[in-house]
Nanobody, 122 residues
């Protein structure tokens, strides 16, 4: 199983980035997909998650209205569109796959990508 996240980089406050995560080795359409992030010195935290079909989404309150999760099951890829970026969004962003639960909990996810770094300057 491999989850490859990419698309991170440096952005200015108010700007945008789009993260992608390509999955292989799993039946992608049967997995809940999530995005988490971890800032230096902090615990990994939930950002967004989407159900198998894409019909249900969860967002952290801190990103609601600014970030959008989406998926393309034909391409085995999940996306995170991040608009109106804030310096507080600076973190390493991880994609993750859960076989069972649409959840905000780190422990619910079975597979993790390697992370892509996002830095937002003020």
């Amino acid at each position: 199983v491999q989850l490859q996240a990419f698309g991170g980089g440096l952005a200015q406050a108010g700007g945008f980035l789009r993260l992608s995560c390509a999955a292989s080795g799993i039946t992608f359409s049967r997995y809940v997909m999530g995005w988490f992030r971890q800032a230096p010195g902090k615990e990994r935290e939930f950002v967004a998650a989407m159900s198998w079909s894409g019909g249900t989404t969860y967002y952290a309150d801190s990103v609601k209205g600014r970030f959008t999760i989406s998926r393309d099951n034909a391409q085995n890829t999940v996306y995170l569109q991040m608009n109106h970026l804030e310096p507080e969004d600076t973190a390493v962003y991880y994609c993750a796959a859960s076989r069972v639960l649409l959840s905000r909990s780190v422990s619910a996810y079975d597979y993790w990508g390697q992370g892509t770094e996002v830095t937002v300057s003020s």
